[in-house]
């Protein structure tokens, strides 16, 4: 059974830092990513990444503060998220499939999510 498991939300201040993480079972993925979704609005994507980490995409939102990195013998993705926005806040899904390409907007597999509060 595919399982991914959101890690490491949390209340933070605006200027703050958080570390999600996203453990995966049941197989291995090419890509991983993480999307979010803020109270009345849609999901929507922030960060993917490849098998070798030598490919990652990011939403403008994010750019620059945000990187997404992955440990394969742990299967485990990780969102490191600094200079936090109370616009971030949000529910953090993990989101995995077979290419990058299509986890960027139709991801295959999708995690519980993570609530992620960041106070002004």
């Known amino acids: 059974q595919v399982q991914l498991v959101e890690s490491g939300g949390g209340l933070v201040q605006a200027g703050g830092s958080l570390r999600l993480s996203c453990a995966a079972s049941?197989?291995?993925?090419?890509?991983m990513g993480w999307f979010r979704q803020a109270p009345g609005k849609e999901r929507e994507f922030v960060a993917v990444?490849?098998?070798?980490?030598?490919?990652?995409y990011y939403a403008d939102s994010v750019k620059g503060r945000f990187t997404i990195s992955r440990d394969n013998a742990k299967n485990t993705v990780y969102l490191q998220m600094n200079s936090l926005k109370p616009e971030d806040t949000a529910v953090y899904y993990c989101?995995?499939?077979?290419?990058?390409?299509?986890?960027?907007?139709?991801?295959?597999?999708w995690g519980q999510g993570t609530q992620v509060t960041v106070s002004s």
């Open positions: 049941g197989r291995t993925f090419s890509a």
């Open positions: 990444i490849n098998w070798s980490g030598g490919s990652t």
């Open positions: 989101a995995a499939g077979d290419r990058i390409v299509l986890v960027r907007t139709t991801p295959d597999y």
